[in-house]
């Protein structure tokens, strides 16, 4: 490992500029050195003789003349068992750890190894003595919580490679050696259970990328039913301060149908961030009994830490979402905001000098963001297995604009979009996603001819209403009224849904179909009433009663009594029957 050093020729923030005089790498991780502290910083760009380099810490009481020690290496993730269930830094730091180890006031400069050396992890071998394998192909397992954690074959290596020895059933270290391959020109190379990749270069060793087309099931009704997002797929959700965006990745984080969740708490205010990681541990996994926090990995970076740090979380969580697709699991990240990580982005760029794009954005912003998505996506592994990474992106563009360029850079790379208005969450409209704004390129739960005519209906039900601001209730003709009354039920009966409520926080596929099913087929009713006082008060009362029909289980008798109760209620209303 290269190893040498340079000479801080200035500090401007967290930015240092290094003078020095052996070759350097871009993107390599240096330390500036601070008496016996070594602060964490990553290569940005090389002038000349000069290197500009971000440190990942507070740079107080660093100074002109100062050493910097260059490692040689990239900014990297930890790869092994043992990462599920806990709670990094940007940098990979186990946070719980870092507290323990240093108190309550971190001190800069310590870093802990993310994956303990001492424990032993019972490996079972599945591959044979003698078979010709490549980057990613599994060499054995190790249970992890309920994952099978696949140990592979590095992702980095080239063509193919022997298994010439494979350590037998037993317990070892992340570090003991457990296989040795030889490649085809003879050269040997001995690999334990711990991999390390680059956190900015995407992992590729799978055999093809697919088109996402399966649903990934939310359980959140407006998402699965009108605005669907695909395993694999990418999707974002801009919103104004408190519409609701970190409330609904939680209930995702909760509830989706994936093996993985990893959250990336980016830049978001530090109380949020703490509030996520007291509950977690807490929550059961609803599918299999089992704390939440077994599937979960958590990533965080609050605003309180310097700017580089939330650029490092993003790249991290997605290495670690990579990762654990290539074992052939269904992987759901969670990034907020990726707003703060723009933000970041465009701090850093402006200390660089570079010619600012769009409100002082760096140019190459969008090329970020597009890059960061592509790390998203369906994958066939060379086993044949399909897998999938499914990026979800929290926007916080300030006072609700969407026009900006965070959100519009993201706009044009992702699947589809969640767009939380400041008027809906005002009205206590939850889920906030304005039905009217949202849209999505992927397939859902529901009968495509039904989610069309819905979305139909919620477009002229809003039309109906803004023509009734100017014309009153009385100017408006009894069809259109209903057209209104009818839209209203779909919203308030459907598409908000209760996320504390133990039954109605989560909806799955059979339930979205079925409910959404009867739904349909009371928009399409011609319905008749004597005035618009009845055709009010029959639509206030059919509200009523599907909620209540929300909150039971399918499988309780009450379920198919209220369901009953609707048919009739609509029937007797209803135009010819
Ligand atoms: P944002 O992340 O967009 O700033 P939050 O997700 O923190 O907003 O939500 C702000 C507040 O709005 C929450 O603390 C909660 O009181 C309320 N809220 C948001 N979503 C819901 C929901 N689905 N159900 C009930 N209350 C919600
Ligand atoms: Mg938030």
Known sequence: MASHAGRIVSVSGNLLTVAFDTPVIQNEVGYAVLNDLRLKAELIRVRGAYADMQVFEDTTGLHVGGAVEFSGELLTAELGPGLLGRIFDGLQNPLPELAEQAGFFLQRGTYLLPLDRERHWAFTPAAEPGAWLRAGDSLGSVPEHAVAHQIMVPFGWQGRWQLEQLAPAGEYTVEEPIATLVDERGTRREVGMLRRWPVKAPIRAYRERLRPRDTLVTKVRIIDT??????????????????????????????????????????????????????FPELTDPRTG????????????TSSMPVAAREASVYTAVTLA????????????????????????????????????????????????????????VVRLNDGRIASVTIGGAVSPAGGNFEEPVTQATLKV?????????????????????????????????????????????????????????????????????????????????????????VDAASGAARQRHVFGRLSGVLRARLDFPDKDAARRFFQELTQLTKEWNLVRQDEPAFDEIEGRIAAKVEGVTVGA
Not at 290 to 301: D, F, G, P, W, Y
Not at 324 to 339: I, K
Not at 415 to 425: K, Q, T, V
Not at 467 to 493: C, N, R, W
């Open 414 to 502: 992702v699947g589809a979009f969640h767009g939380l208005s400041r008027e809906r969450s005002d009205a206590r409209r939850y889920p906030a996603v304005d039905p009217l704004e949202s849209w999505s390129r992927y397939p859902g739960v529901a009968d495509v001819g039904d989610v069309h005519a819905a979305r139909e209906m919620l477009r002229a039900g809003h039309e109906v209403d803004q023509m009734m601001k100017v014309v009153g209730e009385e100017g408006t003709a009894m069809q259109d009224y209903v057209t209104y009354l009818k839209a209203e039920y779909l919203d308030a009966a459907y598409l908000q849904q209760d996320a504390f409520h133990e």
């Open 290 to 301: 089992r704390s939440l926090m077994e599937r979960t990995l958590i990533v965080v970076n």
């Open 322 to 377: 990579e990762y654990y697709r290539q074992m052939g699991l269904n992987v759901l990240l969670l990034a907020d905001s990726t707003s703060r990580w723009a933000q970041a982005l465009r701090e850093i760029s402006g200390r660089l000098e570079e010619i600012p794009g769009e409100e002082a954005f760096p140019a190459y912003l969008e090329s970020v963001i597009a890059a960061f998505y592509e790390r998203g996506g």
């Open 226 to 279: 009108l605005f669907p997002v695909a395993l694999g797929g990418t999707y974002c959700i801009p919103g104004p301060f408190g519409a609701g965006k970190t409330v609904l990745q939680q209930i995702t984080s909760r509830h989706a149908e994936v093996d993985i969740v990893i959250i990336a708490a980016c830049g978001e205010r530090a109380g949020e961030v703490v509030e996520t990681l007291r509950e």
